[in-house]
Nanobody, 124 residues
Framework: QVTLVESGGGSVQAGGSLRLSCTLS????????IDWFRQAPGKEREAVAI???????TYADSVKGRFTKYNVNTNGTHLLQMNTLKPDDTGTYYC??????????????????WGQGTQVTVSS
């Protein structure tokens, strides 16, 4: 019913930057708060940038000051800007629609939606 497509991953050197994109179909514009997760090889999935109830973002300590989530709904595209990348940032990155956007606030849903992921590799 709701499809999320990630793009923008790739291989970069430490210190480089990438911008990930999460695209939704037109009929789903302005309906969801988009969150970002990642999973490193052999590790558990980790929350990277999570929407709070009031629409603000909470970042994982490991990415604070380097990653920024842009809550863009005008064209169904949401962005995760990743700067000063480190080898520990390597993993598969996923966007997810876990919350419905209502009046600027984010409310959890019974049936959330997940993208298929995009690979990010950072070499030293």
């Amino acid at each position: 019913q709701v499809t999320l497509v990630e793009s923008g991953g790739g291989s970069v050197q430490a210190g480089g930057s990438l911008r990930l994109s999460c695209t939704l179909s037109r009929e789903n514009y302005n309906k969801y708060c988009i969150d970002w997760f990642r999973q490193a090889p052999g590790k558990e999935r980790e929350a990277v940038a999570i929407s709070n109830r009031d629409g603000t973002t909470t970042y994982a300590d490991s990415v604070k000051g380097r990653f920024t989530k842009y809550n863009v709904n005008t064209n169904g595209t949401h962005l995760l800007q990743m700067n000063t990348l480190k080898p520990d940032d390597t993993g598969t990155y996923y966007c997810a629609a876990l919350n419905r956007l209502i009046g600027g606030d984010c409310y959890s849903m019974t049936n959330p939606y997940w993208g298929q992921g995009t690979q990010v590799t950072v070499s030293s």
